[in-house]
C-alpha cells in the first residue's frame, strides 16, 4: 500500500469537488474506487469512466489500473475535451 495522488482536471474537478485528493491504496484502480465509495455520486461514476487516466504522466490501460504499487503514485484524471 502507498500512497496515490489523484489530480482532477476541468469536468472531472468539477464532479469531484476538489483538485487533487490523496488515498492509501494498493492500486490506482484502487484509489479510484475509493473515491467513487466516498462520494456515492452517481454523476462523479460517469465523468471519472468517461477520463483518461494518466499515471506519472503516461495513458493508463486497464491492466496499468490493477498494478500494484509500491512507491507514491501521480494519477491524472482528463475527462475528453473538444480541439485536441
Known amino acids: 500500500m ?8 476541468a469536468g472531472a474537478r468539477a464532479a469531484a469537488g476538489v483538485a487533487r485528493e490523496e488515498w492509501a491504496a494498493g492500486s490506482v484502480g484502487e484509489a479510484l474506487d475509493l473515491a467513487r465509495a466516498a462520494r456515492a455520486d452517481p454523476r462523479f461514476d460517469r465523468v471519472v469512466a468517461m477520463c483518461s487516466i494518466l ?13 500494484p504499487r509500491t512507491e507514491p503514485v501521480l494519477a491524472e484524471v482528463l475527462p475528453p475535451f473538444a480541439g485536441g
Open 2 to 9: 502507498t500512497t496515490i495522488t489523484l489530480q482532477f482536471w
Open 55 to 67: 499515471i506519472d504522466g503516461t495513458v493508463a490501460k486497464p491492466d496499468d489500473l490493477a498494478r
